[in-house]
């Protein structure tokens, strides 16, 4: 199946800082990209939609100015939370979705390994 | 509103035994069904995943029974094994949208 990496796997800086997470897609092109935020035990929320090449479309109740993402290349998309406080600790997980011919005729989305946050 | 419901919370089931997990939408425009495998700390893995056309969907042990009419879909986990143990999340979208997901099954098979 279609490979979707992101790096770090875990992070921890303190609060204030900013942090980039990156999304790739190894071996498939990805014109849009995911990004979701899961707490310990809760399903996956949406942040935010990502189509290479125009800005992301954020979800209800996101922060575009705190979570600011870039999706330069059809495998590459980054999200970088600005000046972190605590409150942003979480697990964040991108997505990419596959064009129908990769995944046996359905358009499907894979998940990255995601990434642990710890903001202190 | 929670657009995908999805039951039980939590599951339990002998080795063996047969896991199912259910999922109800009221969305009419969602033609497409994917179930996806949690492990902690792991990002979502797809398992398998339906478009409504077929009313089921057989992957090794898992088997996605779809119902239309009722708006309901479910998940089958045949001779079900400890390594199986992980969160399940159901979800949906219209068309290839953006997905809206259930609020997940912790799923532990007991050796």
């Known amino acids: 199946g279609a490979v979707v990496s992101q790096h770090p796997s875990r992070v921890i800086c303190k609060s204030g800082t900013s942090v980039k997470i990156e999304c790739r897609s190894l071996d498939f092109q990805a014109t849009t990209m995911f990004w979701y935020r899961q707490f310990p035990k809760q399903s996956l929320m949406l942040m935010a939609t990502s189509n290479e090449g125009s800005k992301a479309t954020y979800e209800q109740g996101v922060e575009k100015d705190k979570f600011l993402i870039n999706h330069a290349s059809l495998t590459l998309s980054t999200l970088t939370v600005t000046s972190a406080h605590p409150e942003d600790s979480s697990f964040y997980i991108c997505?990419?979705?596959?064009?129908?011919?990769?995944?046996?005729?359905?358009?499907?989305?894979?998940f990255g390994p995601g990434t642990r946050l710890l903001v202190l | 509103q929670q657009q995908v419901k999805q039951s039980p919370q939590s599951l339990i089931v002998q080795k063996g035994g047969i896991s199912i997990i259910n999922c109800a939408y009221e969305?009419?425009?969602?033609?497409?069904f994917p179930w996806y495998q949690q492990f902690p700390g792991k990002g979502p893995a797809l398992l398998i995943a339906?478009?409504?056309?077929?009313s089921e969907k057989k992957e090794g042990r898992f088997t996605i029974s779809f119902n239309k009419s009722a708006k309901q879909f479910s998940l089958h986990i045949m001779d079900s094994q400890p390594g199986d143990s992980a969160t399940y999340f159901c979800?949906?979208?219209?068309?290839?949208?953006?997905?809206?997901f259930g609020k997940g099954t912790m799923l532990l098979v007991s050796p």
């Open positions: 969305n009419t425009a969602f033609d497409y």
């Open positions: 339906i478009r409504p056309d077929v």
């Open positions: 997505s990419a979705r596959t064009g129908g011919n990769l995944a046996g005729g359905l358009e499907t989305q894979y």
């Open positions: 979800a949906a979208s219209p068309g290839y949208s953006t997905l809206t």
